[in-house]
Every structure is written in C-alpha cells, then in structure tokens.
C-alpha cells in the first residue's frame, strides 16, 4: 500500500503507526459515528435552506395638490421617515413596509394589518402611519407582534415601515418619529415641528420656527432661525442660529453662533460658540466651554462655566461652581456661595452677597465691591490706573489686592478684630486709632485728588492687604 503495510504480526501500519484488530474495529466506529454526524449536519442544512428568509412588501402611494400656505403633518415609527424637495408643486408620499421571515402566511399576515390613515381637510394633510402593534417582543433574532385587534404575528426577522416625502415650498411640516430617523435633505423655508423618540434629525437650513424634541437620540442642524429644542439624554450639533431657547436633561451639545440663546439645562455638556445678544443660562451640574457674549445671565448651582469675554455678565445666584473668564466689563453676583470666580480682566465688578467664596482677577480697570461678605478670599493681580475703588464688607473675609504706586487713592477702613497692612510711608493726613477690639484707620497716598478713588472697609475679623 501507498501509505502503510502488514507487519509480520499481521499489524496494519500507516505512516510509521501501528492498528492492532480491537483498534482498527474502533477506528472503524468512530469513522461510522462521524459520517453519521455529518448526515444529520446535512439533514439540518436542508432544513434550514428549506426555511430560508423571504421578504415582502406593501407600498402606498399618493399626491396632494398644496398651495405655498399648506401644512402637512406625519406621525410615524419603526422606519426611516425622509423629506426631499418636490421636482413638481405637488406633495408626493410614499410609505412602504418590508417584512422578512420564513413563514409565508405570517409574513401575509402582517402586511395585512399594515395602513397608512390620510386625511385632507382644506390646504392641510395629515399622515399616521397605523400598525396598531399592541405588544412587539424580539428574542434571538425573531420579533413576535401582538396587534390591538388581537391579532398575533411570530417568527418575524426583519420589520421596517420605510416613509419618503416629497415637498414643494409649505408654510409649516409637523414631523414625527419613534425607533428610527428623521431627515430632511434640502432648505426648508417653512416651519417645521420635529418629535423624534430614540432616533436621529437631521436638516440643512430651516427658514422659518423650528420646535424640536428629541428623547434618547442625535440632532444634527446646519443653519437654523428661531427655535424651541427639547432634549432628553441626547446629542445636538447646531451649526448657526438666531434665536434658541434650550432645555435639556444628561445631554451633550455643541451650537455654533448664535444671537440669543437661553438654557435651562440639567446634567449637561455643551460647548457653545459666540453670542451675540443676550445668553441666559439656569443650570444644575451641568459643563459648559463657550465663546464672547455681549450680555450674560446666569442662575447655576454646582456647574463648570468657562468663557472668552463679554460685556456684561450678571450671576443671580450660584452654588458651589466654578467660573473662568477671560475679559468682562461689567460683572454683578447677586449671591454666591461657595463658588470660585476666575478672570483675565474685570471692569466693574460689584457682589452684593456672598459666603465661602473665592474670587481671583488678574487685573481690575474699574471698581469692586463685597457689599454682604461671608469668609470669602478676594485676589487681585493687578490695577490698573483707571481703577475707581473697592468697598468691602464682611465677616472674615481676606483681601489681596496689588496697587501700584501709580494710582492714588484714599482708605477709609473701620473694623472690629481685623488687620489692615497698607504701605503708612506713602501716605499723608493719615489717622490711626485702635483700641481694645476697634481699628480705624482713614488717610490717602501722596499726591491723591479731591476725587480720588476710595477704598472702603466695613467688618468683622477681616484681612486687608494692599
């Protein structure tokens, strides 16, 4: 033989092997077991190609004759919903469902159950897509669907309801969506009202209002006009914009520039472009990188804001968060606690009330004031000549400010177990008293003018350093 021989024994040997009769008699079984292993591998192929996929469709079809000042609204699911521009002036849908299983009867079955509700009243069209699916179950790869006329459908491996419309120019689109995306593939002038449920939105350029909500899903917008966002666990890119109004919960954002924009956001992460007009921003937990704003409002507790500049910015109230600007001319706290406050540049900058907290500035052109200060820590860089004085009063509040001899200025300080440290050889018509408790000290640096800045201290237990 080619590849084995008889011994002398009458052993069978193939390639250097060697089979007695018991070994060769159990070769022979496990060679039987394995060729009936591999007729039912076989038997199983056969029945698996015998229950191959097959698909089926069912398509509607229609047109509508709108003017420019027609509305058309869509309420849709489980299927890409698609707008693009009519190539006539009329409106044309076409919805088409595609099921693939590998029953036959079933697959009928649920396309009979498949309808699409149109109904026209005036220069309006409303489209619903109606599978009244009561209950859908998917497991290993097969969706079972209960109907809510008790009808039920099994073995399903693919259900999809496909929607295209074509539109001419409208004056508003009512768009909604759940399990799948919206599109919109060309400018819109219209209006256009957008609900979409664990799916994406997407549009170029929108003319006209935008309302849009989106629930555990993606937007992404090139050009907009005036719009009411609502997002819940969801991600937006907005490239430019008028006027937006913004709510949203655990959400990230990016929006390029704007004119306006108010936030009310919660859990958030955005990164906002330029304002500008008028930025407003109520918020907890919540990150925000953003770029200049001409007027800034802010109401925030426990949040991360970093900006460029702006010319205004007022705080309402904040907690326990974190500020990072480059250059403001003017700057209002109303209350803080608890906050730091870090800036390139302040012109005015005025705190009406505020607890454990810290402000940093590197260099101050106009005047600052502590009006109601709780253990709070004022640093200040530098000052510059047109600085127009400070006010403090407080409770255990430590300042630092860096004066140079440049400016010259008065000092009116009145305190009861404070220190004040200010350089005595550079002033004149100086007063000094203190006794038990009390330190007053009141006088102005060489060479001051009538109208001079002040700077001003009231409190309790506080550090001055100047």
């Not at 018509?429 to 201290?457: M, N, T």
């Amino acid at each position: 033989m080619k590849n084995g021989k008889l011994d002398c024994k009458g052993r069978f040997a193939v390639d250097g092997s060697r089979f007695t009769g018991h070994r060769l008699r159990h070769l022979g079984l496990q060679i039987g077991y394995g060729f009936r292993g591999f007729l039912l591998f076989i038997l199983l192929l056969m029945a698996t190609v015998g229950q191959a996929q097959q698909e089926k469709t069912k398509t509607v079809e229609r047109t509508f004759d709108l003017t420019k000042e027609g509305r058309v609204a869509v309420d849709h699911r489980y299927g890409l919903l698609k707008v693009v521009a009519s190539k006539d002036d009329k409106v044309h849908l076409t919805a088409r469902i595609r099921i693939q299983g590998t029953d036959n009867e079933e697959i009928e079955r649920a396309l009979s159950q498949f309808e699409v509700d149109i109904n026209e009243f005036g220069n309006q069209v409303t489209i619903e897509t109606d599978l009244g699916i009561k209950n859908w179950n998917g497991r290993n790869g097969r969706i079972t669907l209960t109907f809510k006329n008790g009808a039920k459908v099994k073995g399903l491996k693919k259900f999809t309801v496909e929607m295209l419309l074509a539109v001419p120019e409208l004056q508003a689109l009512s768009l909604k969506n759940k399990y799948e995306d919206i599109i919109i593939d060309h400018d819109f002038r219209g209006d256009v009202e957008v609900s979409v449920y664990d799916g994406d939105f997407r549009a170029q350029k929108i003319g006209g209002e935008l309302e849009m909500t989106v629930k555990y899903g993606k937007a992404f917008l090139t050009d907009i006009q005036n719009a009411d966002i609502t997002l819940y666990d969801s991600e937006m890119e907005l490239g430019a914009a008028k006027d937006v109004r913004l709510s949203s919960k655990y959400s990230e954002l990016t929006i390029g520039d704007t004119d306006n924009l108010k936030i009310k956001a919660y859990d958030d992460k955005m990164e906002l472009g330029n304002v500008r007009g008028k930025l407003e921003i109520s918020d907890r937990y919540s990150e925000f990188r953003m770029g200049s704003f001409n007027t800034a409002f802010f109401d925030i507790y426990d949040a991360d804001l970093v900006g460029k500049k702006g010319k205004s910015m007022t705080v309402f109230g904040s907690r326990y968060s974190s500020f990072k600007f480059g250059a403001v001319e003017e700057l209002m706290v109303d209350e803080s606690y608890d906050d730091k406050f870090t800036f390139k540049e302040v012109g005015n900058f005025k705190v009406s009330k505020s607890r454990y907290t810290e402000f940093n500035v590197d260099n101050l052109t106009g005047a600052i004031g502590l009006l109601a200060s709780y253990d709070d820590q004022l640093d200040i860089a530098s000052i510059a000549d047109s600085f127009e004085g400070l006010k403090v009063d407080g409770k255990y509040t430590k300042v630092n400010m860096r004066i140079p001899t440049s400016v010259k200025y008065k000092l009116d300080a009145a305190m009861t177990h404070g220190n004040i440290d200010y350089p005595e050889d550079d002033f004149e018509s100086q007063y000094y008293k203190e006794k038990s408790s009390i330190l007053e000290v009141r006088g102005q640096v060489k060479g001051a003018l009538a109208d001079a800045p002040i700077i001003e201290v009231r409190g309790y237990d506080c550090q001055i350093k100047l």
